[in-house]
């Protein structure tokens, strides 16, 4: 019952290596807009969006083991700053593309904030400084009228231009999405089988043998969390330039939630888990409109039952199937 | 500024202050207790109180529609305070037993992550059933206040501030006085070696959990009276905060949990005074992170042995 729902037991499946999977994929996935229509591509844009946030949220919580409950915060940090820059708010137009290093910038800087002072915590500790962390944020976006015009929120943000081309329509952004996850990926990915990703596993399974084996542990842990913030921030910038509009309310705590559920539900540590995570979540209640409102419920229900009978997630990575199994 | 400051402004505070603290203390042990035995946050512990909040606001509903309450107040409320505390007992056994039990010896975020699930699963399981909408509870206590010509203290106040020290009281004594408290600071000092000095540790942590729920439910109803209104979404902010107060203490430590609560209430009695009042969460926020930082074993200092 268990290995079930493992898609990596069907047989067909298991026959084609990661990469040319990879490239299936990605044709699949290129083709899509103009055979599902402008709706479905602005969901599959929302799921994008997610699965960026999830790729990023994974670095923290899969490959380095840090539970991490106010990821929103650096998602905001990102929007709030392309937003502030972009739109009639202060008059600033600054294009697309020199602000989003400069979001990134902000969001890993944040996350360095935060992270200095909360990383020497046990790791339940971290997820409630976390929490409240995303909680001020928010509090001080809705509060901050001169600046951010507190709930009213920021509008007529400008989109991106990629030469005389705005990115303003549903497919559009889809590529500009589509692009944005294969570059995270990309780096995740890299990261993961790099000497830092052993270096977060090390940490993750036990914290003590690795610091003796001359693992810096506050290093990594930081590393961990500046990169999981930087995903968010660009995240955010997507998210604004996209949307057009933004405000507190669209930062709570419950964006963080989903995101987390998200990845447990893929396979913590687990790319491919994760795509799938944010195509389940967030997709499929696009399919349940009926249902909407027991969403949440499934989601909560879910995290507890995926805990006690799937820790792995339904796509495991490899190397933390090993853990879970005690 | 000046007239901020005046003592019967500052008196005014300090009840004020001493009343939210009583709160917060009552759900901080609950935290406390648990993370005693098994290291762990009990993230759902605010929907906990939640969902016995609305267990006396049932009760009282119902009496106050059948006329009950206007004849007899004090037994409506006691009944009122009875129903919560049960409703929140079951649900941590509940919890404990499906949410958490089974992951006792799983990695340490596997629990954690369980609690936050059964968390968001009950705040929506209550908008289900009650709808998204505030709650205002029965007024049953007439509003009066005891004048002291400086300052005046409302009969709620006085019956929070008492009823919290009264419970937290009791608390203390079941487990430093009877041979179940004996065994619960047996299981937090040493879980193996309490195993083989034949207690029932499974048991104890089931009756950890029912004892810091039944605080949480009590303190649900005194919100209820206090504040008036109340929804689904009431555990978030009191739950956070009692794990400040908890943290504040020295989390394990049963009077710390209380100086705790009475401390973080005092503090934003205070705080509001001097920073806008929509920021008045931030100040338990700040404080939890401050105290983490420069004093992460809290006020009086943890109780939790050392082991991973």
């Given at each position: ?10 047989p ?8 040319a999977?990879?490239i299936?994929?990605i044709?699949?996935?290129?083709s ?9 591509t ?6 994008g969006i ?14 380095a ?7 929103v ?7 709030y ?17 020199l602000?989003l290093p400069?979001c990134v ?10 992270g200095?002072?909360v990383?020497?915590?046990?790791g339940?500790y ?31 943000i ?14 559009r952004?889809y ?11 990309f780096?995740?990915d ?9 270096a ?5 399974e ?7 084996m001359?693992?810096?542990?506050l ?15 660009i995240g955010?910038a997507?998210f604004?330039?996209r949307?057009?509009?933004?405000f507190?309310?669209n930062?709570?705590?419950?964006v ?7 990845i447990i539900i893929?396979?913590?540590?687990s ?7 944010a ?5 499929l ?12 419920l499934?989601?909560g229900?879910?995290?507890v039952?995926?805990?006690i ?12 199937k ?5 | 500024?000046?007239?901020l ?5 500052l008196?005014?505070?300090?009840i ?10 009552l ?10 035995i098994?290291?762990?946050?009990n993230?759902a ?6 969902f ?6 049932a009760?009282?509903?119902?009496f ?8 007899h ?12 505390m ?7 056994a ?5 949410a958490?039990?089974?992951?006792r ?11 936050i699930g ?9 908008m289900?059933?009650?709808?998204a ?34 419970l937290?009281v009791?608390?203390y ?7 179940i408290?004996k ?7 040493d879980?193996?070696a309490?195993a ?10 089931l009756i950890?959990?029912?004892?810091g729920s ?5 303190a649900?109803?005194?919100?209820g009276?206090?504040?008036?209104q ?24 049963v ?12 503090v ?5 005074l001097i920073?806008?009042a ?8 700040g ?8 004093r ?10 050392e082991?991973?």
């Amino acid at each position: 019952m268990r290995d079930g729902f493992s898609f990596s037991r069907l047989p067909a499946l298991n026959r084609l290596s990661p990469r040319a999977w990879g490239i299936v994929l990605i044709l699949v996935l290129s083709s899509l807009p103009p055979l599902v229509g402008n709706y479905w591509t602005q969901v599959l844009g929302d799921i994008g969006i997610y699965v960026m946030l999830g790729i990023g949220l994974n670095v923290v919580v899969g490959f380095a083991g840090l539970l991490d409950l106010g990821y929103v915060a650096f998602y905001a940090i990102g929007a709030y700053a392309y937003a502030l820059a972009a739109s009639p708010q202060f008059g600033l137009h600054v294009p697309f593309w020199l602000m989003l290093p400069a979001c990134v910038a902000l969001a890993a800087g944040g996350g360095a904030l935060l992270g200095i002072p909360v990383l020497r915590m046990r790791g339940d500790y971290l997820a409630i400084v976390t929490l409240g962390f995303g909680e001020i944020i928010r509090i001080v976006l809705n509060n901050l009228d001169p600046v951010t015009n507190g709930p009213r929120g920021l509008l007529r943000i400008d989109p991106p231009m990629l030469g005389d081309l705005a990115v303003n329509s549903p497919p559009r952004w889809y590529y500009m999405i589509l692009a944005g996850i294969l570059f995270s990926v990309f780096v995740a990915d890299r990261l993961n089988n790099s000497r830092i990703g052993r270096a977060w596993v090390a940490m993750r399974e036990d914290q003590d043998a690795a610091e003796v084996m001359g693992i810096n542990i506050l290093k990594y842990k930081l590393l961990a969390f500046t990169i999981g913030a930087s995903f968010a921030g660009i995240g955010g910038a997507i998210f604004a330039a996209r949307q057009g509009s933004i405000f507190p309310e669209n930062f709570s705590l419950m964006v963080s939630i989903n995101v987390l559920c998200l990845i447990i539900i893929g396979g913590m540590g687990s790319i491919p888990g994760v795509i799938l995570g944010a195509a389940v979540l967030i997709g499929l209640p696009e399919f349940l409109r009926e249902v909407q409102q027991y969403r949440m419920l499934a989601f909560g229900g879910l995290l507890v039952v995926m805990m006690i009978f799937r820790p792995t997630g339904f796509i495991p990575s490899t190397r933390r199937k090993m853990e879970f199994r005690e | 500024m000046a007239h901020l400051f005046s003592p019967d402004i500052l008196l005014d505070q300090v009840i004020n202050g001493l009343t939210i603290g009583g709160i917060y203390a009552l759900i901080a042990l609950g935290y406390t207790l648990v993370y005693g035995i098994l290291f762990m946050i009990n993230f759902a512990h605010g929907e906990i109180f939640m969902f016995g909040s609305f267990g006396g606001f049932a009760v009282l509903s119902l009496f106050v529609r059948s006329g009950f309450a206007q004849r007899h107040v004090a037994l409506s409320i006691a009944a009122a305070f009875l129903a919560a505390m049960a409703v929140s007992s079951i649900l941590g056994a509940v919890l404990e037993r499906i949410a958490y039990r089974p992951l006792r010896n799983a990695p340490r975020l596997a629990p954690l992550i369980s609690a936050i699930g059964a968390s968001i699963f009950l705040q929506n399981v209550m908008m289900l059933m009650v709808k998204a909408r505030m709650q205002v509870y029965p007024d049953v206590i007439e509003e009066r206040y005891l004048d002291f010509g400086r300052f005046s203290i409302s009969y709620f106040q006085i019956f929070i501030i008492s009823g919290s020290i009264f419970l937290m009281v009791a608390l203390y004594l079941f487990i430093q006085k009877t041979r179940i408290g004996k065994a619960m600071r047996a299981v937090a000092e040493d879980r193996d070696a309490a195993a083989l000095m034949g207690i029932n540790v499974d048991r104890i942590i089931l009756i950890t959990f029912v004892i810091g729920s039944a605080l949480a439910g009590a303190a649900g109803v005194m919100v209820g009276i206090y504040y008036t209104q109340i929804n689904h979404m009431m555990g978030f902010i009191p739950g956070i905060k009692a794990f400040t107060a908890a943290v504040l203490g020295g989390i394990g430590n049963v009077p710390g949990a209380m100086v705790g609560g009475f401390f973080l209430g005092l503090v934003e009695a205070f705080g509001v005074l001097i920073m806008p009042a929509q920021y008045k969460d931030v100040i338990a926020f700040g404080l939890l992170v401050l105290v983490l930082i420069f004093r992460p074993s809290g006020i009086l200092g943890e109780v939790v042995s050392e082991r991973a």
